[in-house]
């Protein structure tokens, strides 16, 4: 997709967000829409080429920690607000899970395949990890259990686990291609989505800045310092999709937990903006 169609969508998002609730369109393509588009990219792969690409998997798990860390070394010196502590954690670690990151790579390289396993294995990670704890920066019980079973049976998850199945037991699907195309429909309508969802009504310049630092720059050093120069679908699947601002989801979970969801949502939202306006100069200067 090229940038102009992306910034064409987003505009025509923000209009018709104005008087229609595109929550369900969200949804519908984020869960389902994302399944085809995950498995038809796993499964139209190789053994060899997953194989090729393990490092994928060993960056996905070493900017979880990283992020995780970080983020909470910081809150525990630094932010007297425990609820905000909080909530900065599970925005540093929680992953895009709406594929948004999905064409900002496709601006730079043709495979997006290495972008799609990394958001997967963050997304079955990092679900039950904020869950656990958002409950424990608040007053509510504990429902770890119930976060990973739903992550587990969360259809992109499923869609995860089936492509690499058919890849490892080199099992040929029929109408592939048919998969792929209803798959590719879920990158416009979340650009249509994101759109309607834009708004900077908490906005303060302190939140901005640290879950800027704690969910992208930081990952962002880590990434270009120790894997640049490695293949371009790998690198730039890895550098995008590890510094992809939190997916909406994660204002969700605040929400229940009653952890700054006000604060979170306008921070995201800045953070998401800014995160788009850079990749899209970088791809259009490239």
């Known amino acids: 997709?090229?940038?102009?169609?992306?910034?064409?969508?987003?505009?025509?998002?923000?209009?018709?967000?104005?008087?229609?609730?595109?929550?369900?369109?969200?949804?519908?393509?984020?869960?389902?829409?994302?399944?085809?588009?995950?498995?038809?990219?796993?499964?139209?792969?190789?053994?060899?080429?997953?194989?090729?690409?393990?490092?994928?998997?060993?960056?996905?798990?070493?900017v979880i920690v990283i992020c995780l860390l970080s983020s909470y070394l910081y809150g525990y010196a630094f932010i007297k607000d425990h609820k905000w502590r909080g909530a900065l954690i599970v925005l540093s670690v929680y992953p895009n899970l709406s594929a948004l990151g999905f064409p900002i790579v496709s601006l730079f390289v043709n495979d997006i395949t290495p972008a799609v396993i990394y958001a997967?294995?963050?997304?079955?990670?990092?679900?039950?990890?904020?869950t656990f704890v958002a409950s424990h920066f608040s007053d509510h019980a504990s429902t770890l259990k119930e976060s990973l079973r739903t992550s587990l049976f969360f259809p992109p998850s499923i869609a995860t686990v089936l492509g690499v199945t058919a890849v490892v037991l080199n099992i040929?699907?029929?109408?592939?291609?048919?998969?792929?195309?209803?798959?590719?429909?879920?990158?416009?309508?979340?650009?249509?989505?994101?759109?309607?969802?834009?708004?900077?009504?908490?906005?303060?310049?302190?939140?901005?800045?640290?879950?800027?630092?704690?969910?992208?720059?930081?990952?962002?050093?880590?990434?270009?310092?120790?894997?640049?120069?490695?293949?371009?679908?790998?690198?730039?699947?890895?550098?995008?999709?590890?510094?992809?601002p939190p997916a909406i989801s994660a204002n969700a979970i605040l929400a229940y937990y009653n952890l700054k969801a006000e604060d979170a949502i306008s921070a995201t939202f800045a953070h998401t903006i800014l995160t788009l306006a850079v990749f899209i100069v970088l791809g259009i200067l490239r």
């Open 1 to 62: 997709m090229k940038v102009p169609e992306m910034l064409i969508l987003i505009a025509f998002g923000h209009l018709i967000g104005r008087k229609f609730n595109l929550a369900k369109v969200g949804r519908f393509a984020s869960k389902y829409l994302l399944a085809f588009l995950i498995f038809g990219n796993i499964a139209s792969k190789s053994l060899d080429y997953l194989l090729s690409i393990k490092i994928v998997f060993i960056y996905a798990v070493l």
């Open 120 to 130: 997967s294995i963050t997304s079955m990670t990092v679900v039950p990890i904020v």
């Open 172 to 244: 040929k699907i029929p109408c592939l291609n048919v998969i792929k195309r209803i798959g590719w429909l879920t990158i416009p309508l979340l650009l249509i989505y994101f759109g309607s969802r834009i708004t900077l009504k908490r906005f303060t310049l302190k939140s901005f800045a640290e879950v800027l630092v704690f969910r992208s720059l930081i990952p962002a050093v880590f990434v270009v310092t120790t894997l640049y120069g490695y293949s371009e679908e790998v690198f730039y699947s890895v550098l995008v999709e590890s510094v992809m």
